[in-house]
């Protein structure tokens, strides 16, 4: 799924497996684009109930900013996942400025982080 708005570009697309649905983002996630990625974690946990995964993992390796409206996505992320019994993870890798972000404002310590998917993956096994 892509959603464009005001010049800006979001993709997200979910990879499902029988243990985790991992949710690639990419590009922009703002005011005008957060709503398409709630809906992509909508989705997502959809998926996660038929495939009987325990994991959603939003990895956000391919986002080049996020905005507040993003870290508020996120939290409401982590919320339905919980809500479904399931874990959140969030990927995003050392030298991306969201990781830096999501550090300085405290996030880190609310949020799972994992640089790469397959630790991600490896944390729920």
């Known amino acids: 799924m892509t959603t464009e708005g ?3 570009r979001t993709r997200v ?11 690639d983002v990419g590009g922009e996630i703002d005011g005008v684009t957060a709503e398409a990625v ?9 998926e996660a109930a038929a495939t009987g995964a325990s994991l959603l993992a939003a990895d956000l390796s391919g986002v080049t900013f996020c ?25 995003v890798n050392p030298g991306n400025p969201v990781r830096r972000l999501l550090i300085l404002s405290t996030l ?10 397959e630790q991600a ?5």
């Open 67 to 91: 905005a507040s409206a993003g870290f508020t996505t996120l939290l409401y992320a982590q919320r339905r996942a919980r809500q479904e019994g399931l874990v959140f993870a969030v990927v």
């Open 38 to 46: 709630e809906q992509a974690v909508e989705r997502a946990l959809t």
């Open 121 to 125: 993956l490896a944390a729920r096994s």
């Open 13 to 23: 697309e979910a990879h499902p497996t029988a243990r985790a649905v991992v949710l």
């Open 108 to 117: 880190d310590q609310v949020l799972t982080l994992h640089e790469t998917v």
């Open 6 to 8: 005001h010049g800006v």
